[in-house]
């Protein structure tokens, strides 16, 4: 139980696109999901937390216009880079709360801008 | 606020050795939850543990066991007879308060070799 799936899982894009991730609680609900990026060798940063039938909670520093979350349905998130540049090239990582509070992750999806 | 430390940047051991992961935590909260996470090379997080505070019994799962003490703000893991596919960063962590989102440590890279 408890599984999460992300798609896509690698995308390459042309610099100035933007692109659409998918986060889907496959088997629970999630009234609220978690995005994550990750740099090389690092720890997770939270960039934003999905709360579904409302808008999303930044964090401090992640741009709202640039990261779009939409979470619809209590098993959807989605994350939208939107104008995507080489910079937002990372591994991105969602995560959806479960039962007794844990968070269950995504695969997570490695996006390269050229 | 909440802080998790883990000192142990990489840890290589050779194949059945037995090796510790220290975990050490910060939080003023009285009630609160202790999380350790894998993540392969792979690079999807996967949920190995949840510890309430008020549980101090020690745990074990396999070659897996976790050590809990609270007078030390410790949750220390354990694996006995590594195997190289226990080759990952080792990830501890902890909700802040309100339970919004997790505050997670540096990680612990544990290289096993043949």
């Known amino acids: 139980g408890a599984v999460v799936s992300q798609h896509p899982s690698r995308v390459i894009c042309k610099s100035g696109t933007s692109v659409k991730i998918e986060c889907r609680s496959l088997?629970?609900?999630?009234?609220?999901m978690f995005w994550y990026r990750q740099f090389p060798k690092q720890s997770l940063m939270l960039m934003a937390t999905s709360n579904e039938g409302s808008k999303a909670t930044y964090e401090q520093g992640v741009e709202k216009d640039k990261f779009l979350i939409n979470h619809a349905s209590l098993t959807l998130s989605t994350l939208t880079v939107t104008s995507a540049h080489p910079e937002d090239s990372s591994f991105y990582i969602c995560?959806?709360?479960?039962?007794?509070?844990?968070?269950?992750f995504g695969p997570g999806t490695r996006l390269l801008v050229l | 606020a909440q802080k998790v430390t883990q000192a142990q940047t990489e840890i290589s051991v050779v194949e059945k050795e037995d090796v510790t992961l220290d975990c050490v935590y910060e939080?003023?909260?009285?009630?609160?939850?202790l999380f350790w996470y894998k993540q392969p090379p792979s690079g999807e997080l996967v949920f190995l543990i949840r510890?309430?505070?008020?549980?101090?019994q020690n745990e074990i799962s396999g070659r897996y066991s976790w050590n809990f003490q609270k007078s030390t703000s410790s949750f220390n893991f354990t694996i006995t007879a590594s195997q190289v596919v226990d080759s990952a960063v080792y990830f501890c962590a902890l909700p802040n308060t309100g339970f919004q989102k997790l505050v997670f440590g540096t990680g612990t890279r544990l290289l096993v070799s043949p």
């Open positions: 088997d629970f609900q999630a009234t609220t």
């Open positions: 510890r309430n505070s008020f549980d101090e």
């Open positions: 995560s959806a709360r479960g039962p007794m509070l844990t968070q269950y």
């Open positions: 939080t003023r909260d009285t009630t609160y939850y």
